[in-house]
């Protein structure tokens, strides 16, 4: 099983690089992921001679204005199962992922579909 969080193995699926901890003083290393977007993302980046900057990666899995342009672009359908008390993700005729959370379910979409070769970039 992989030591990233759910929310890095997805900015890796989405295009971004160099992911790693980033040692916030007094703040969990958990939390706190930095990396380098894609280019074409909407982060802004330095000028080129400044190939060592990094962003903090977006918490995917629990912030909807990271991840909702993302569902939307895709297309995702999401469903709550009220009798499981989870939701279900799903894109087209592509596979249906579920999570315990509407966003964790459309990671874990968005990963199958990478692992698939099947996300658009």
Do not use: Q
């Amino acid at each position: 099983m992989s030591v990233e969080p759910l929310y890095v193995r997805v900015a890796e699926a989405l295009g971004w690089t160099r992911c790693s901890r980033s040692l916030a003083a007094g703040l969990s290393p958990e939390r706190f992921w930095s990396g380098r977007p894609p280019k074409g993302s909407d982060f802004r980046f330095p000028e080129d001679d400044e190939p060592y900057y990094e962003y903090m990666i977006p918490r995917y899995d629990t912030d909807w204005a990271a991840t909702g342009p993302l569902i939307e672009r895709l297309g995702v359908t999401l469903n709550r199962h009220r009798r499981r008390a989870d939701w279900s993700a799903h894109a087209g005729e592509g596979p249906e992922t579920d999570g315990p959370t509407a966003l964790v379910a459309a990671c874990n979409l968005i990963l199958a579909l990478a692992g698939a070769g099947k996300l658009p970039r």
